[in-house]
């Protein structure tokens, strides 16, 4: 099937930095992929579509300007968490749709904020 | 997107079938069932997906009930590299809802 990339897979960083997180789609191209976080023994939780060539939609209560979202490409997503803090440790996730039926996914990034 | 309701959490012995059980009562015509699992620490995989009639891969078999109210993957031969959480998402096949909306899912456990 399609493969998703992530990089990293695990990132610590301290508190105050930020942290840049990339999806890449290996052998598809993606027009639209999606960014998801998930808290220990909780599920996922969407937190924005991004969209090549144009703004990343986000879900309400996700702040904007703090998870900023480029999809620069049609291969390529970022998600950079900015000033992170301790609460925003979590596992994040990607996804990119191949068509209209599957979804495949990265193998998630867990970001530790010190 | 329908919402579903899944049991937290199920036991199942190695080599027997698992059957994960799902309901979606406010599906809609047009919605599609999909099944994905989530091993630990890993990002979700795809299984399978239906509308209406019975699916088969070389994963798992989708039953859906008649009035499509509920749905149950059933995985024939379990195996211990089966443990995951399985989730069971309805949503609309239509262009720019490609967005997946992830529930509690079934934590599977699959014992030797």
């Known amino acids: 099937g399609a493969v998703v990339s992530q990089h990293p897979s695990r990132v610590i960083c301290k508190s105050g930095t930020s942290v840049k997180i990339e999806c890449r789609s290996l052998d598809f191209q993606a027009t639209t992929m999606f960014w998801y976080r998930q808290f220990p023994k909780q599920s996922l939780m969407l937190m924005a579509t991004?969209?090549?060539?144009?703004?990343?939609?986000?879900e309400q209560g996700v702040e904007k300007d703090k998870f900023l979202i480029n999809h620069a490409s049609l291969t390529l997503s970022t998600l950079t968490v900015t000033s992170a803090h301790p609460e925003d440790s979590s596992f994040y996730i990607c996804s990119a749709p191949t068509g209209a039926y599957e979804q495949y996914f990265g193998p998630g990034t867990r970001l530790t904020v010190t | 997107d329908a919402k579903t309701t899944q049991p937290p959490s199920m036991d199942c012995a190695e080599g027997r079938a698992a059957n994960l059980p799902c309901n979606h009562s406010?599906?809609?015509?047009?919605?599609?069932v999909y099944w994905y699992r989530q091993i630990h620490s890993q990002g979700p995989q795809y299984i399978i997906h239906g509308l209406k009639n019975n699916e088969t891969n070389e994963m798992a078999s989708l039953i859906i009930t008649e009035d499509r109210k509920s749905s149950t993957l059933i995985l024939p031969h379990a195996t211990l590299r089966d443990t995951a959480v399985y989730y069971c998402?309805?949503?609309?096949?239509?262009?720019?809802?490609?967005?997946?909306?992830f529930g509690q899912g079934t934590r599977l456990t699959i014992n030797p």
């Open positions: 991004s969209n090549e060539g144009s703004k990343a939609t986000y």
């Open positions: 998402i309805v949503r609309s096949r239509s262009s720019g809802a490609q967005k997946l909306v």
């Open positions: 406010t599906i809609s015509g047009n919605e599609y």
